[in-house]
C-alpha cells in the first residue's frame, strides 16, 4: 500500500479531517506519511526495531480510535507524538524497573572499530541512559523540542527535564566518544 | 551551563535518521483496523443530531435550573 493518487499533496489537516471522520483510506494515507517520523522516534526509545514498530503499529491503532476527539487537525502530530511517548511509557513501565549501568569501565576500549553503521552506536549510547534521561534526550535532539515543549509533553517538571538533558547529554558525549573515539578531536578542531 | 542543544550531538541524531517508508508497515496496520466501527458511526450521528441543540455555558445553564428548581421545591414546602 503506497501513498494514495487520492490525495496528493493535500495538507495533512485536510486528511485528518477525513480520517476523523471515518474515512479509513484518509487514515491509511496519514499511516503512510507518519509512518517513518513515528518509527525512527520510537527506534530511538526502544531498544528493539521490532518492538517499536509494534508499538508504532498500536499508536497508529489507538489514533484511529480517537482521532475524533482531536479538536485541531493541524495538531496531528503532536497529539501523535504524545500518543507514542504514552505507549513507551507505558511499555516502559510493564518490563520492570529501568535497570541501566553507567559505568565508562565498562564501554568498549579505544581501539574498538565499529562494524555497523553508525546510527547503531547512536542507538547503543542512547539504551545505556535511564528512561527519563532517554526520552527527554531524542525529544530534544531526535524532535528539536524545547525544554518547554518537552516538559509540556513528558509532564516532567521544566527543572527535571533541563537536568536530564543536562546530564544526558554528558553521559552520551562519553559513550559516543568510547565508540569514535577520533571523533572529539575533529569537534574540537572543528 | 547553557540550555543550546549540543552541535556534535545535533549532527549525529541528524545523520543517523534513515527514511522507512514502508508499504508493509501500512498494510500491516490497515489489517489490524477493525472492520466495523458501530461505536464511531453511532457517535458521529448522534454528534450530527445533537450538534445544532449545544448551547453555549450549558453546563452553567444546567446548574442554574437545578438551583431554581431547588429553590422552587424550599418555597413550596414552606407554604
Given at each position: 500500500?503506497?501513498?494514495?493518487a ?18 479509513r ?17 520510537l527506534?530511538r526509545l ?5 518492538l ?10 489507538k489514533?484511529?480510535r ?9 495538531a ?26 553507567f ?6 576500549a ?10 547503531l ?36 517538571p521544566?527543572?527535571t527535564?533541563?537536568?536530564?538533558i ?18 572529539k ?6 | ?15 543517523s ?63
Amino acid at each position: 500500500m503506497r501513498s494514495s493518487a487520492r490525495f496528493g499533496d493535500a495538507a495533512e489537516a485536510v486528511v485528518v479531517a477525513l480520517a476523523a471522520g471515518g474515512d479509513r483510506e484518509a487514515f491509511c494515507e496519514l499511516v503512510w506519511r507518519r509512518q517513518s517520523w513515528l518509527r525512527n522516534l520510537l527506534r530511538r526509545l526502544c531498544r528493539d526495531p521490532a518492538l517499536a514498530d509494534d508499538l508504532a503499529q498500536q499508536v497508529f491503532l489507538k489514533a484511529w480510535r480517537s482521532l475524533a476527539q482531536l479538536k485541531s487537525p493541524a495538531a496531528f502530530g503532536g497529539w501523535l507524538r504524545r500518543l507514542a511517548i504514552n505507549a513507551w511509557l507505558a511499555q516502559a513501565r510493564s518490563a520492570g524497573p529501568d535497570v541501566v549501568s553507567f559505568d565508562p569501565e565498562d564501554l568498549p576500549a579505544a581501539t574498538f572499530i565499529p562494524s555497523a553503521a553508525e546510527e547503531l552506536d547512536l542507538d547503543r549510547a542512547l539504551a545505556r541512559l535511564a528512561c527519563d534521561e532517554r526520552l527527554c534526550i531524542v525529544l530534544a535532539y531526535n524532535e528539536g523540542l524545547s525544554h518547554g515543549e518537552i516538559s509540556a509533553a513528558t509532564a516532567l517538571p521544566l527543572g527535571t527535564v533541563k537536568s536530564h538533558i543536562r546530564r544526558g547529554a554528558e553521559r552520551l558525549r562519553v559513550l559516543l566518544d568510547a565508540y569514535h573515539p577520533d571523533e572529539k578531536e575533529h569537534a574540537h578542531v572543528g | 551551563m547553557s540550555d543550546e542543544p549540543d552541535a556534535l550531538l545535533m549532527r549525529r541524531f541528524a545523520e543517523s535518521r534513515r527514511p522507512l517508508q514502508d508499504a508493509r508497515f501500512v498494510a500491516a496496520v490497515d489489517a489490524r483496523l477493525p472492520k466495523y466501527q458501530l461505536g464511531r458511526a453511532l457517535g458521529a450521528a448522534l454528534g450530527g443530531i445533537l450538534r445544532p441543540l449545544r448551547l453555549p455555558y450549558a453546563a452553567l445553564l444546567a446548574l442554574g435550573a437545578l438551583g431554581m428548581a431547588v429553590w422552587s421545591m424550599i418555597l413550596v414546602s414552606s407554604l
